[in-house]
């Protein structure tokens, strides 16, 4: 099992935060060809290649040259009658929806939607393949690749939606005796950086100010590097220990990197 992971490339929507629509006119569709570059760099032998069912996955991995499997287990979360909205639409028409979510985010289900826990439960049969199978490359979503990293990094549920993924990232996973190596491997496209950590106010009656503006004031110039990352699992937690390209350590691989939004 060496499963390989990409979170697919931003559309331009994503500059307006806005959940799961995508444009036709997307500015970022080089990325389709640098992921293709480097796949054939890597000559991965007996490679497959699974994506989502949802057009984003699909025209990413449209130009790699492997085997490709679509895999509706691996759509993204269903935001429910908030599909197509932004974060702050969200916290100007559901306040306590939005509030909701923020106070139990894995729990938490989009009305007419899916919460983390049900993706997870979604996921199993995915996660139970790659177990199972050799050189995968998973082009898949934001909270997609949130649960899949959390099962091989031992994460607990409570983390699991606040899993920092980067954009326009490669994250190989070999495993290890005790754990697994994971290596993040950014391949230079531009992205935009709409990470948004749980809120220190969660009532419903907080200001539309209180709720979305630590997200919309994010940093967006992160440098992105090149990390690897041997993740140990023990009796008393997991441990993971981070080094970047030269060799240094790296206290924590996600804040080096461009941080994504939370879906």
């Known amino acids: 099992m060496c499963p390989t992971i990409d979170r697919i490339k931003q559309s331009s929507f994503d500059y307006q935060y806005q959940l799961h629509h995508v444009s036709r006119f997307d500015p970022t569709m080089i990325y389709a060809d640098t992921l293709a570059e480097y796949v054939a760099n890597e000559n991965i032998p007996d490679l497959i290649v699974w994506t989502s069912q949802m057009q984003r996955t699909i025209q990413t991995a449209a130009k790699i040259n492997a085997p490709k499997e679509q895999w509706k287990a691996l759509n993204e979360i269903s935001a429910g009658i908030c599909e197509g909205l932004t ?29 983390y826990q049900d993706l997870v439960a979604r996921l199993e049969p995915v996660i139970m393949e790659l177990e199972r199978a050799e050189n995968v490359l998973v082009v898949c979503h934001q909270a997609v ?48 950086n709409t990470h948004r950590e749980k809120p220190k106010n969660c009532r419903p009656d907080r200001t539309i100010s209180e709720a979305v503006n630590e997200f919309l004031e994010e940093h967006t110039g992160a440098t992105k590097i090149r990390t690897k990352s041997e993740i140990v699992y023990k009796s008393g937690g997991t441990k993971i220990e981070t080094i970047d390209i030269n060799g240094n350590p790296v206290s924590d691989y996600s804040r080096t990197n461009s941080e994504p939004s939370s879906i």
């Open 145 to 192: 690749a949130r649960c899949i990293l959390a099962y091989f990094l031992n994460k607990d549920a409570e983390d699991l939606p606040y899993t920092k993924v980067p954009l326009h990232t490669v994250i190989k996973l070999t495993p290890m005796a005790y754990g697994c190596l994971m290596e993040c491997i950014p391949l230079g496209t531009e992205a935009v």
């Open 87 to 115: 974060y702050l639409e969200i916290a100007q028409r559901f306040p306590e929806e939005f509030a909701a979510r923020d106070d139990a985010k894995y729990h938490y289900r989009y009305p007419g939607g899916e919460s």
